[in-house]
């Protein structure tokens, strides 16, 4: 099916937000969440004037944006953005609204005197879900809109091996039109004029190689500060090899210093398996009467077993059962043995189908999750067959396995539902992404975004 290696792909990345984008979006989700709380305390007490005229109404109301503008803050949400599209945003927005209602509600019962109304709270976070949510996916668009008109222009400066390097780079990425490259020996100082070729040719930021001389990196530094040209080392020896790296400094010595990738840290692994204890448990409750319907419909249809157990590769590259409802004949893989689910897959039973079409089958992974073999956020686990063949052929395939599989995850939710073997490189992207970026806003956001694929699902 595969032989050959396959070759790096573009990975899904975010934006980083400038101060003017960040200024703005801070005076719009203001002005949205005041607006939130004056409608939504004019609905419960029926008034549309002389509103915020009472001392705690008006210490209510700061507080409930403090707090929420403090919570986007310590998210992430002004520094940079992860949503690929309009639509992410709005998932981003609701999750972290969810996520900053929860200490609110905590400070609201703890002291209700200074709280007006939970309920004028509950109808306020509705609101912000529209108001706020709206207002930043116009400004995605926008923003997306003046990236594509005004792309930073961007220098990459170095001997023929470094430049050579970052073409390749560059390459994968599929933005080489934002890129001017220059090959000279940067030891040279401003002599080749290679600075002056740069900001000619509208470079925002200028990436040397890390051999340049301290005078030479002075010369640059000063020409560079009076016209706003941001200033970058790169190196072909220091990528992403499963950590990433910090800057420590003993005296006038630098050291780079390996550092777990985010979703490995002691913190990130307490947090989400705290978030999957609970999420998991309370999700086992609601779904437990549709479990119970689905395993009645599967018995009836095609008798035991109901439950399907398939082995996994986990976190470290440990083999653990995962647990499904049966949607295939009972002698599916019989002849073929281990292959790819495709569209109009004729092992697949009819409740089969109708499971597989709302996601129902995968709710036994709940027990999964819970056993500690799972979390709810996560790359998607593969069985030991196809692991074998594509770690052998896929660069950095093992560094999926640093954490643990999820019952849904960042590639799951952006990329068509049912995809042949041949884009591992492509769903290796979105996972290596997510685990070099995680945050518990986008374990929250991509929860979010699966429930809505849940209710209004996807057929490819």
Same mark, same amino acid.
């Given at each position: 099916m595969l032989e050959r290696a396959l070759p790096a792909q573009?990975?899904?990345?975010?934006?980083?937000?400038?101060?003017?984008?960040?200024?703005?979006?801070?005076?719009?989700?203001?002005?949205?969440?005041?607006? +939130? *709380?004056? %409608? =939504?305390?004019?609905?419960?007490?029926?008034?549309?004037?002389?509103?915020?005229?009472?001392?705690?109404?008006?210490?209510?109301? #700061?507080?409930?944006?403090?707090?929420?503008?403090?919570?986007?803050?310590?998210? #992430?949400?002004?520094?940079?953005?992860? =949503?690929?599209s309009a639509r992410?945003?709005?998932?981003?927005?609701?999750?972290?609204?969810?996520?900053?209602?929860?200490?609110?509600?905590?400070?609201?019962? *703890?002291?209700? +005197?200074?709280?007006?109304?939970?309920?004028?709270?509950?109808?306020?976070?509705?609101?912000?879900? %529209?108001? *706020?949510?709206?207002?930043?996916?116009?400004?995605? %668009?926008?923003?997306?809109?003046?990236?594509?008109?005004?792309?930073?222009?961007?220098? %990459?400066?170095? @001997?023929?091996?470094?430049?050579?390097?970052?073409?390749?780079? *560059?390459?994968?990425? #599929?933005?080489a039109e934002r890129f001017s490259f220059v090959v000279t020996d940067v030891a040279d100082g401003m002599n080749a004029n290679w600075y002056d070729k740069a900001v000619a040719g509208g470079c925002q930021r200028i990436i040397l190689s890390e051999s340049i001389p301290e005078t030479v990196l002075s010369q640059v530094m000063q020409r560079a500060?009076?016209?706003?040209?941001?200033?970058?080392?790169?190196? &072909? @020896?220091?990528?992403?090899?499963?950590?990433?790296?910090?800057? &420590?400094?003993?005296? &006038?010595?630098?050291?780079?210093?390996?550092?777990?990738?985010?979703?490995?840290?002691?913190? =990130?692994k307490l947090v989400k398996r705290l978030f999957d204890m609970a999420a998991a448990s309370l999700a086992l409750v609601l779904f437990a009467p549709v479990m119970l319907i689905a395993a009645a419909a599967i018995y009836l249809?095609? #008798?035991?077993?109901?439950?399907?157990?398939?082995?996994?590769?986990?976190?470290?590259?440990?083999?653990? &059962?995962?647990?499904?409802?049966r949607t295939m004949r009972r002698d599916a893989e019989s002849n073929s043995g281990a292959v790819y689910a495709s569209l109009g897959d004729r092992r697949i039973t009819a409740i089969g189908r109708r499971l597989r079409r709302l996601s129902l089958d995968e709710t036994l992974q709940l027990i999964n999750v819970i056993r500690g073999d799972m979390s709810l956020v996560g790359p998607r686990p593969e069985r030991p067959e196809f692991v074998e063949r594509f770690r052998a052929i896929v660069p950095r395939y093992e560094d999926r396995h640093l954490v643990r599989p999820g019952i849904t995850g960042w590639a799951q939710t952006s990329l068509p539902?049912?995809?042949?073997?041949s884009r591992v490189g492509e769903k290796l992207a979105y996972d290596l992404c997510y685990i070099e970026n995680w945050s518990i806003l986008l374990d929250v956001s991509i929860v979010v975004k699966t429930a809505f694929e849940f209710l209004f699902h996807r057929t490819v």
């Open positions: 573009a990975r899904p990345r975010g934006h980083e937000l400038s101060r003017w984008w960040v200024a703005a979006l801070v005076i719009e989700d203001l002005s949205m969440f005041v607006l +939130s *709380v004056y %409608v =939504a305390t004019a609905m419960v007490f029926h008034s549309w004037g002389g509103l915020f005229a009472k001392p705690n109404e008006v210490l209510s109301t #700061g507080i409930f944006v403090t707090l929420w503008l403090t919570m986007f803050a310590r998210l #992430g949400l002004y520094r940079r953005s992860f =949503a690929l992410d945003e709005l998932y981003y927005t609701i999750a972290a609204l969810a996520l900053g209602a929860l200490p609110q509600l905590v400070v609201f019962t *703890v002291w209700p +005197s200074i709280s007006t109304s939970r309920f004028v709270l509950i109808i306020a976070l509705l609101l912000a879900i %529209v108001l *706020v949510g709206g207002v930043r996916t116009l400004e995605h %668009v926008r923003r997306n809109g003046a990236l594509r008109r005004r792309p930073k222009r961007i220098a %990459v400066i170095g @001997n023929a091996r470094f430049v050579s390097h970052m073409q390749a780079f *560059v390459a994968r990425r #599929g933005d500060a009076p016209t706003h040209v941001e200033l970058a080392f790169a190196s &072909e @020896n220091l990528r992403f090899p499963g950590h990433m790296f910090g800057v &420590e400094r003993d005296g &006038e010595q630098l050291f780079l210093v390996p550092q777990p990738l985010p979703a490995c840290t002691p913190t =990130a249809e095609t #008798g035991r077993p109901i439950v399907y157990r398939q082995t996994r590769v986990g976190r470290f590259g440990v083999p653990f &059962e995962m647990y499904k409802f539902r049912i995809l042949d073997a």
